[in-house]
């Protein structure tokens, strides 16, 4: 989910640019300075300890359960161990992501390194389908060609699991909303809960009745559920990954909503509405005023403005006076 929560505007200084002279033209360029010292703005739910100790727990159960799979016989159990080597690996980097997220802005990396956790979702997200891939392949090998399972050793291997898996997703459900890094970590979570709990279900049915293909068919059910959920997290991250608009922002709306809100406003064009993670909108636009006041206070009114009805905090605006201030032909493809 996108927060849209508004936070109060920093205490970065704003200045002006001054433009062509035509009828005391000027323009007014203002934004939030993060590099050198300034806040970002956002709080950041990162989860960074929750991932770290989700991780080692991961890490720690998933070579029992490749040691349970391998003596029970059971592809329920592989390819729940296989889910957790790739969690493993997709935890760390996320807990790395969440780190690095932390990191001040510099003045190679102005806008810090929140856009690491997405790229990092992104991935992960990637990496679920593989593995949903890589589990109905094997199972329809099983299905091809049964062989035996234990139902007992994988009952009790897979309860285990469940209860590790468990407190791991409980750890990170409380930080999954509004950060789509926890929140892929989460779904990775999700997945080898799924899979403890197919199997279980499976060797209870072995159990009872030696049916085996059980094993491979609740396997194929995990999948699908693993890729339901990676496609959720690949489309939301690659839409930040691809600079689209915050889900809860009509970019429509913004221009209507400044013209009608704000008598001195006349029109707002070459307007560009991206994020760098879920909880950062950021806005450039250019706006044709009809007001003599000073650059600097229409500015602040339409800052303002955009940080209480839209939650954007760090904003870019340029006022105009009676034409646009790049080329008219820019401007013209910008509306």
Not at 62 to 81: C, F, H, I, K, Q
Not at 252 to 258: C, K, N, P, Q
Not at 295 to 316: D, G, W
């Amino acid at each position: 989910m996108v927060s849209r929560r508004a936070a109060p505007l920093d205490g970065a200084a704003r200045h002006g640019h001054a433009g062509a002279n035509l009828l005391d033209l000027r323009m007014a360029h203002t934004h939030a300075h993060e590099p050198g010292g300034h806040p970002h703005g956002h709080a950041h739910g990162t989860g960074e300890r929750s991932l770290g100790l989700v991780a080692l727990l991961t890490g720690g159960f998933m070579l029992a359960e490749v040691a349970g799979g391998l003596a029970s016989g059971s592809l329920a159990l592989l390819a729940d161990a296989g889910h957790m080597l790739t969690d493993f690996a997709s935890l760390t980097l996320a807990w790395i992501a969440a780190r690095l997220a932390r990191r001040p802005a510099s003045w190679r990396h102005t806008y810090g390194f929140d856009r690491v956790s997405i790229l990092v979702a992104f991935v992960n997200a990637l990496a679920l389908f593989v593995i949903a891939g890589w589990i109905v392949v094997e199972a329809w090998g099983r299905l091809r060609a049964p062989s035996e399972v234990l139902g007992g050793l994988m009952l009790w291997v897979a309860v285990a699991g469940l209860v590790v898996n468990v407190v791991g997703y409980r750890l990170l459900h409380g930080h999954a909303e509004g950060n789509l890094n926890v929140r892929a970590a989460a779904l990775h979570v999700a997945g080898d809960l799924l899979g403890s709990v197919a199997a279980i279900a499976a060797a209870l049915v072995i159990m009872a009745t030696g049916w085996t293909p059980i094993d491979p068919i609740l396997s194929v059910v995990v999948a699908l559920i693993i890729l339901r959920s990676a496609w959720s997290v690949a489309r939301q991250s690659g839409h930040i990954l691809l600079e689209g608009a915050p889900a809860h922002i009509d970019t429509r709306e913004v221009a209507r909503s400044l013209a009608a809100t704000l008598p001195e406003v006349v029109e707002v064009h070459h307007m560009h509405v991206w994020s760098i993670s879920q909880e950062r909108a950021m806005i450039t636009l250019h706006a044709r005023v009809k007001s003599d006041e000073p650059p600097e206070r229409v500015v602040a009114r339409i800052k303002t403005h955009l940080r209480e009805a839209f939650a954007i905090v760090h904003a870019t605006v340029e006022i105009e006076r009676d034409g646009c201030a790049d080329e008219r032909t820019t401007c013209d493809r910008a509306r």
